[in-house]
């Protein structure tokens, strides 16, 4: 079992960045694949990025590749996601979700625990 709380979110500027954080709480932290989705009003909840165990294999959606960086600190029981340029189109609820194996997946339903999630605004 693990629990996963998420923070980092807020209003910004188009252009700006921000950096979420996943916080785990256990022991196995390490032995989990990590993933970040994010659902906007009216739309389904899609795939932001995933990153493996040891945090050397990480996997991006088109829409922010380029601009999104996942990472974890393995000793912190932490995952982050740092945002640059933001977009208006980035404006979500993003969510942190644990996986028990190694490898992220794209796919939503392949995810065991999931966050609350944390309110990001990008204002235009």
């Known amino acids: 079992q693990v629990q996963l709380v998420e923070s980092g979110g807020g209003l910004v500027q188009a252009g700006d960045s921000l950096r979420l954080s996943c916080a785990a709480s256990?022991?196995?932290?390490?032995?989990?694949?990590m993933g970040w989705f994010r659902q906007a009003p009216g739309k389904e909840r899609e795939f932001v990025a995933a990153?493996?165990?040891?945090?050397?294999?990480?996997y991006y959606a088109d829409s922010v590749k380029g601009r999104f960086t996942i990472s974890r600190d393995n000793a912190k029981n932490t995952m982050y996601l740092q945002m640059n340029s933001l977009k208006p189109e980035d404006t979500a609820v993003y969510y942190c979700?644990?996986?028990?194996?190694?490898?992220?997946?794209?796919?939503?339903?392949?995810?065991?625990?999931w966050g609350q999630g944390t309110q990001v605004t990008v204002s235009s």
């Open positions: 979700a644990a996986r028990t194996t190694y490898r992220g997946s794209y796919y939503s339903e392949e995810y065991d625990y």
């Open positions: 990153i493996s165990w040891n945090g050397r294999s990480a």
């Open positions: 256990g022991r196995t932290f390490s032995s989990y694949a």
